[in-house]
């Protein structure tokens, strides 16, 4: 099959992990027998620096005449200093909202081989972590009107609508069917208005959805909850800002954020996949970046926006078989390990296809 | 001397760990010669009960005309199902905006006799840790104005003032000062404009503390840092919203949320003095709860409102003798330790004063 791919290397390290995934890709296509063709595409700094705009039109229709979109990561100090709309987060926040991508999904997965990077302790891990954040991801207070009071007052408006909980409340519960049945929603019910119009929205989609369970947390507990009792979570939905904070806070205490995948769902199977962490500038142009959150995020992409099931199996496996053989980047270095860089740990992976 | 205290046992367990705090207050009057004055008031879930509303106007009478007040905890189950400014938390609300208590101070500190209680790895805990939460209370999206479009959508307004900013980051400069001399502010500046606001009046307020060191983060980065590397905060600066987060996160990361105090402070020396954990109505009226939060948070108002600093250290001093003889209540409990109650804990306390 044909598929078309928009990818978007972005800023810092973002060039040198999609390269080195983009590689794992064309060995899928070989053993597979699939065309994909990639088109590349300019966002965040480096559109910024060559059409001082951090989301060309260009951009948006390419992806949109795409089966899905791969990102590398966006932003970094160079450019924190321009006004809100001309920074790489205007061009991350831009695609989300032009393209759809209502659903954020990120797993946050502890790796067995690097269970030591753990920053919890062993007992409040036990047998592992396991742990869905659906976040919504074209509302709230991120896409809400915003101004200034002359030098005096500044403003976001923090807003949901019906149809746009509806949707990722629908969402969440068809992710749980598919887990472990769990839904646990997160909001500040007891402080704020959009928040109890959230939940009751929440509550009316439950209906439908009688054998999955549902309970609520606010999020200054959700976020205490993480730390100290993780594994009470299955699927976690929750808006935009709360589902920002506590989904790093997820990935992190699995100690393995170099590890993680994430996929920005539109309606129907489009989507954009991206690793979690971000452009890490320090480490920029030195070989040095893990390509693991974003070679898993290219199985994502296989799984849900092209429907290959066994070819996603199938790089996970890789990836899995290259952690117990030993290789390991240096974020997630210990002592006996093989410390590669990232093009050598793109090929051990593309080795054990 | 003689000081007035306004006291509001509250709901859950308050009125019990209240009770036990009041009993050491008894002991240090005696000791030092002065006389406490309580006024017993009613807010929350309990002054929904007896009147009708959450905040009565006399309690608000009550505590202004007071040198400090004492809280235990609000709200329940109970009253979780009625309309927004009926619950006990608008009464919680109402006495922070009210009593003008805009600088709410939580700090996270491990106790070396807890250290086994912290979820965190020791290596990430190192030598202990002592952070403190500078949260702004009477602004943000917790006051902004809030509505509905019918059944449509929900909306609460996120919104800061120059004053607001400016005289909770002088707070928070004062207070590092006295500390490590290291301020973190958290916002989300890559995304709201209240945060590029709140971010500048910061940076305005800090040029007046030169030797201050100041450092920015985004609250997503904050709640991933306070897990894998709390050791390098000192005094986080922040608003309502965020603050309510990264203070209960971080609380949770000492392990000993039944040990943690907080202060809720006006301008000049007026405050509000509460345990950072909730009512626990579920362990209400056993004595079973941990009445050292309450008690130390009476240590907090002693040293804040009342200037009285040796009564504060003597307080302080024989929570920490009581923990080294191994009383212990069913919340810090570990092997080997004795297990008391709520009035055993505090008779323990009492009688190492
Ligand atoms: C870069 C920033 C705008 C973005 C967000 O807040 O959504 C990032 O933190 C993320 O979670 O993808
Ligand atoms: C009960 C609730 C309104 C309150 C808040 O969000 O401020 C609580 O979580 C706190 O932090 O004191």
Same mark, same amino acid.
């Given at each position: *099959?044909?598929?078309?791919?928009? %990818?978007?290397?972005?800023? $810092? ?10 590689? %794992? ?9 699939? @065309? &994909?063709?990639? #088109? ?33 990561? +966006? ?9 809100? /709309? ?5 061009? +991350? ?36 972590? !396991? ?19 002359? /030098? &005096?007052?500044?403003? /976001?408006?923090?807003?949901? @609508? ?23 929603? %997160?909001?500040?019910?007891? %402080? ?40 009470? &979570?299955?699927?976690?939905?929750? $808006? ?7 989904? !790093?806070?997820?990935?992190?205490? @699995?100690?393995?954020? =170099? ?5 920005? *769902?539109?309606?129907?199977?489009? $989507? *954009? ?8 500038? /320090? ?18 992409? +296989?799984?849900?926006? +092209? ?18 053989? $030993?290789?390991?980047? =240096?974020?997630? &270095? ?8 990232? #093009? ?10």
């Amino acid at each position: *099959m044909d598929y078309k791919i928009a %990818v978007i290397p972005g800023d $810092g390290i973002g060039p040198e992990i999609v390269g080195a995934s983009i590689k %794992v890709l064309d060995k899928i296509a070989e053993k597979f027998n699939h @065309t &994909f063709n990639y #088109t590349e595409v300019l966002a965040g700094g480096a559109a910024i620096d060559a059409c001082d705009n951090p989301l060309p039109q260009e951009t948006v229709d390419i992806c949109l005449d795409s089966d899905a979109v791969l990102l590398g990561a +966006l932003g970094g100090p160079k450019w924190d200093n321009l006004p809100g /709309d001309k920074r790489p987060e205007a061009g +991350l926040l831009g695609l989300r909202k032009s393209l759809g991508l209502y659903a954020n999904l990120r797993p946050a997965i502890l790796y067995e081989e690097l269970k030591a990077a753990c920053p919890l302790k062993p007992e409040i891990i036990g047998e592992g972590l !396991d742990i869905m954040v659906v976040r919504e991801l074209t509302g709230d207070v991120y896409f809400g009107e915003k101004g200034r009071d002359g /030098d &005096f007052a500044a403003w /976001d408006i923090m807003k949901y @609508t019906r149809p746009e909980v509806l949707r990722i409340a629908k969402k969440a519960f068809e992710i749980a069917m598919k887990r472990d049945k769990k839904v646990t929603n %997160v909001d500040k019910a007891n %402080v704020l208005e959009v928040s109890r119009f959230w939940r009751s929205c929440v509550e009316e989609v439950a209906k439908d959805y009688p054998e999955v369970e549902l309970n609520h947390l606010y999020v200054d507990n959700a976020a205490m909850q993480l730390v100290i009792n993780p594994k009470q &979570f299955d699927v976690i939905v929750t $808006g935009n800002l709360f589902g920002d904070i506590l989904s !790093d806070e997820a990935s992190m205490i @699995t100690g393995s954020i =170099g590890m993680l995948p994430s996929a920005s *769902m539109a309606d129907g199977k489009f $989507g *954009m996949f991206e690793p979690i962490h971000g452009s890490a500038p /320090d480490i920029a142009n030195q070989d040095k970046a893990n390509p693991i959150a974003t070679i898993v995020s290219v199985a994502m992409m +296989l799984r849900y926006s +092209l429907d290959l099931i066994a070819e996603a199996d199938a790089i996970e496996a890789a990836v899995k078989k290259t952690l117990a053989q $030993g290789y390991r980047t =240096g974020d997630i &270095f210990s002592a006996g390990m093989a410390l590669v860089g990232t #093009t050598q740990m793109g090929q051990k992976i593309i080795d054990n296809l």
